[in-house]
């Protein structure tokens, strides 16, 4: 049973990992490696679940069942078991971004411990007395109760008592990145995870040999959904480094790789353009990516140009093409939503650009002018449904025809935690002229094109200039590949009305080399030169700000709406008066 589907033979995860404690006692679940490099902390699955008991026993003797618990924890495995923990002791589990500790805004975290009514609140020993002073500020976030978990006596876990779950179970909140507002917890099901496990089973062609090696945050979808539980259900070894770990030196992902001979490993687009940036040439004889598969990508747009770059710089270390995997997600289907055959290389299409500005779809040579490259993100695995319908009249689009993406299934979660408005906006979509549903509406644009999904932009993101849609991301591309001075995947574009008017404004982060020299005016004018020529766009204001400074979501997107509030508020991190250029723009929204 070991690599089977395993979905089929469980009801919950506690099961599962009940199981895998009982067959594979000894195997090597997780490896945390410090700094990316050196193995400090070693899971088995019979570890994991004395801990998982002695955690929920705990939790059950405080009257826990049936609440939500925070867990704000630092990259590693204290998190793994504590999850595990809150599920062992039917507790809903709410994983959270630990608050930087220079950093007192703890706006999220807020955010969330109301929404979700939290009462429980776990974490280790090292943040238990820094968490306890903060949260003593803030009444919402006071009146947790603060647990360490990782000084929970084992022994404590001979009396735990094992809840009674099925597979409609809630097993935790998992709290959107907050793009556009604020967050909201999507309820997902012990069945919603089981699905989707399931799926990306046979999507990614997993076997009992596969290896993983990850970075992705764990208190998010892709890093807890993709590189814990997926490794739990195979029954095979997962290595783990920080995001932080990989941020300051990508190599060390690489070497991960290199050294584990890992099968899987992915990340967003950016994490595969921070490597073609940051690896230096005489680093890569190091590196053996040989084993390495499935290299999938998702969360945020995929970019041709980055497979291609990536796969040229690092083909002498044995990775291959073909190992790309871009696939399509979102925490409303609890993290998978399609991809492709991992024995087939990626799908690019090209398609002509301005009639892609009209939500048409017309295929052309990559060398025809205005041609825009788009990637493709597979299809739907076994009875997932995606349906491309036009979000105004709700009817279906045409094959040629760009609509909103929407998903049915299995792994669709139950709605938003306590948001019966927004629940019913999001997943009670049905087609008007065929009346199927419900549907989840994911508020993305997209066509489908001989089976394949290709994923164009946001909705709420469009920027409708003179009756054309533009974008954004086509133009932050431009932006960025305007002078080599601007920071790549760090610049947002957006528009404010003025007189009546939508006019386009650009926020772009400055590498930090170039930060103390660069020629504003030169920089603003190769933007406003290369929109132009791309886009046929006037770009009516430019702010160049600080790296690392752009708002961005947990796992890497950019938030355009933060940039469009910080632009108009003047919030942004920029250097007074070297970084706006004059305009009007300062009085809107004043």
Request: hydrophobic fraction near 40%; glycine fraction near 8%; aromatic fraction near 10%.
């Amino acid at each position: 049973m070991r690599c089977s589907d395993l979905s089929d033979k469980f009801y919950n995860l506690v099961e599962l990992l009940r199981y895998r404690a009982l067959t594979q006692p000894d195997q090597i679940a997780y490896t945390f490696l410090e700094k990316g490099e050196k193995e400090t902390d070693l899971l088995t699955y019979q570890v994991l679940d004395q801990r998982s008991r002695a955690i929920a026993s705990q939790l059950q003797s405080l009257g826990a069942t049936g609440e939500r618990a925070l867990l704000v924890y630092p990259p590693g495995i204290d998190f793994i078991a504590a999850f595990f923990g809150c599920l062992y002791a039917g507790v809903i589990a709410v994983p959270a971004y630990p608050p930087p500790r220079r950093s007192y805004n703890l706006s999220r975290l807020l955010a969330i411990a109301s929404d979700a009514e939290a009462l429980f609140a776990l974490t280790t020993t090292s943040l238990l007395t820094e968490l306890t002073s903060r949260f003593a500020q803030h009444p919402a976030l006071g009146r947790l109760h603060l647990l360490a978990t990782n000084k929970c006596d084992r022994d404590q876990g001979l009396d735990w008592s094992e809840p009674t779950l099925d597979s409609s179970n809630l097993a935790f909140l998992q709290y959107t990145s907050g793009s556009t507002g604020t967050p909201k917890g999507v309820m997902v099901s012990h069945g919603n995870l089981l699905h989707n496990q399931r799926m990306v089973k046979h999507a990614f062609g997993h076997s009992e040999q596969t290896i993983f090696v990850g970075w992705l945050p764990l208190f998010h979808d892709m890093g807890l959904i993709g590189n814990v539980l997926q490794p739990l259900y195979l029954g095979i070894p997962c290595i783990l480094l920080s995001p932080l770990a990989f941020l300051q030196m990508p190599i060390r992902w690489l070497k991960a790789i290199s050294r584990y001979k890992a099968t899987t490993s992915g990340g967003p687009n950016f994490a595969y353009d921070l490597c073609i940036r940051k690896v230096k040439p005489e680093q890569l004889a190091t590196l053996d990516l040989s084993s390495w598969d499935v290299a999938f990508t998702g969360a945020e747009p995929v970019r041709a140009e980055t497979l291609e770059q990536f796969a040229a710089k690092f083909g002498p270390c044995g990775f291959r093409k073909e190992a790309f995997y871009p696939c399509y997600g979102m925490a409303e289907a609890t993290l998978f939503v399609s991809g492709g055959l991992k024995t087939e290389p990626p799908v690019i299409c090209s398609v002509d650009g301005k009639a892609l500005e009209q939500n048409q779809v017309i295929p052309v040579c990559k060398e025809v002018t205005g041609a825009r490259k788009v990637v493709g993100c597979g299809q739907p695995w076994l009875d997932q449904k995606i349906a491309i319908v036009d979000p105004e009249s709700l009817r279906l689009c045409a094959d040629n025809q760009v609509g909103e993406i929407w998903v049915s299934g299995a792994s669709v979660a139950g709605g938003y935690w306590r948001r019966p408005k927004e629940t019913k906006q999001t997943f009670h979509g049905y087609i008007a002229d065929t009346g199927h549903g419900p549907f989840m509406r994911t508020g993305d644009l997209g066509f489908v094109n001989n089976g394949e999904l290709f994923v164009t932009g946001r909705l709420k993101d469009i920027i409708i200039i003179c009756g054309r849609n533009h974008y954004p991301q086509d133009i932050e591309l431009t932006v960025e590949q305007s002078h080599q001075g601007l920071r790549p995947s760090a610049g947002a574009a957006f528009t404010v009305e003025l007189g009546n008017e939508e006019r386009l404004v650009v926020v772009q982060e400055v590498e930090r080399s170039y930060w103390q020299k660069l020629d504003v005016d030169e920089v603003v004018e190769n933007i406003c030169q290369a929109v132009a020529s791309e886009h046929q766009l006037q770009v009516y204001d430019v702010a160049l700000i600080k790296p690392g400074s752009i708002p961005k979501t947990s796992s890497g997107k950019i938030q355009r709406y933060n940039c469009r509030v910080g632009f108009l508020t003047g919030s942004l991190n920029g250097v007074p008066g070297k970084v706006f250029r004059k305009s009007q723009i300062s009085t809107v929204g004043n």
